[in-house]
Structure formats: structure tokens, C-alpha cells
């Protein structure tokens, strides 16, 4: 037997076997559903006071002060974001069936697109407010969106969740929070 054919068949096996791992880990990367990571890193700190214009009249502006006095959730998201985009939906079921508060954070992004995308999804949001160069986010440490908070009425974290959100997570994890955070308030 030809030690050229073992070798050169050895090596073609090799990059097959390479391939097939690569396309396993986009597949599972791209298309597997990845469970909801709440965090409570930051939970009991206050939320970082911040002062930033609304997407839809830049000359109106919105502090943390707005959002203390009862609970709010803080989603942070953007139109170039794949998997806000696709999260959409949920943002959206949550605000005609829960009674929360939910103001929208958009992150390094532009006006126009976060508008057609809204325009065309639909608003979920009582605030739409804009963190284009990222302050806000800093602030915060994001390392990428979406990511949800739920601030209690002083303003203080009591949730951080990292990635996309469903209803039934929502359901499981946010609500019972809310309702306690909401009787507290």
C-alpha cells in the first residue's frame, strides 16, 4: 500500500472531521434555543442615574428620577441586533398582558432604523429612549443586548437578565418580582 494514499486520506478525514465540529458549533450557535441567564450580579445596587432623549422628540428627555416611585423593566436593545429583533414579539405580548411599566433602552444605534422597526412591530415601550454612544451602557457593563432589568421603585436592580426572553420565562422569573415589587412600592 502507497504510504502517499494513507497519508493524503488520513488528512482529508482529518478536515472532514474539522468541518463536521465547526458546523456542529454554528448550528448550535445559530438555531438551538440557549436558556434565559439571569444574573444577580448587580441586584440591590441602584440603577446608574443617566439623563438621555426619547428616539421619537430628542428635545424631551428622561432621567432615572422618571422611572422611580413603582417598578419598571429596563430592556436594552437595538434594530441591528438579530436576536432583539426576533425577541420582539415577546416585548410585545408582555406589554397588552402584564400592567409593568417597560422602557426601551437603545443601545449605539441609529433613530431611523429603531423607528421602522417599531413602526412596523409595533411599540411595546412607555419610553423609547436613546443611548447612542454607548454612556449609559458603559454605565452599566454591557458586553453586548439584549439584557432586561427590573428596577424597584427606589430604582435599584433587583433583576438583571442577560439574552433573549420568552413569555414563559417571563411568566416564571419576572412576574412573581414584580408582584412583590409592586405590593412593596
Not at 434555543?33 to 446608574?48: C, I, K, L, N
Not at 436576536?83 to 405580548?93: G, K
Not at 423607528?115 to 429612549?129: A, E, Q, S, T
Request: proline letters at 5%; glycine letters at 6%; charged letters at 20%.
Amino acid at each position: 500500500m502507497n504510504t502517499s494514499k494513507v497519508g493524503k486520506s488520513l488528512w482529508q478525514a482529518t478536515i472532514a472531521i474539522l468541518v463536521a465540529v465547526l458546523l456542529w458549533f454554528l448550528w448550535k450557535g445559530l438555531f438551538v434555543q440557549h436558556p434565559m441567564t439571569v444574573v444577580d450580579s448587580q441586584q440591590g445596587q441602584a440603577f446608574p442615574s443617566f439623563t438621555l432623549s426619547k428616539v421619537d422628540d430628542a428635545n424631551q428627555k428622561v432621567t432615572l428620577k422618571d422611572l422611580q416611585g413603582k417598578p419598571h423593566i429596563v430592556h436594552v436593545f437595538a434594530s441591528w441586533c438579530s436576536v432583539c429583533v426576533e425577541e420582539h414579539p415577546v416585548w410585545m405580548t408582555i406589554s397588552k398582558k402584564f400592567p409593568y411599566p417597560i422602557v426601551g433602552v437603545v443601545y449605539r444605534d441609529e433613530v431611523d432604523p429603531v423607528k421602522m422597526m417599531l413602526d412596523k412591530k409595533g411599540n411595546p415601550f412607555i419610553y423609547v429612549l436613546n443611548d447612542v454612544e454607548g454612556k449609559l451602557g458603559l454605565d452599566l457593563g454591557l458586553m453586548g443586548v439584549p439584557v432586561t432589568y427590573i428596577l424597584d421603585a427606589k430604582g435599584n436592580v433587583r433583576m438583571q437578565q442577560l439574552g433573549a426572553l420568552s413569555l414563559s420565562e417571563f411568566e416564571a422569573e419576572f412576574v412573581p418580582l414584580l408582584v412583590t415589587l409592586s405590593k412593596e412600592a
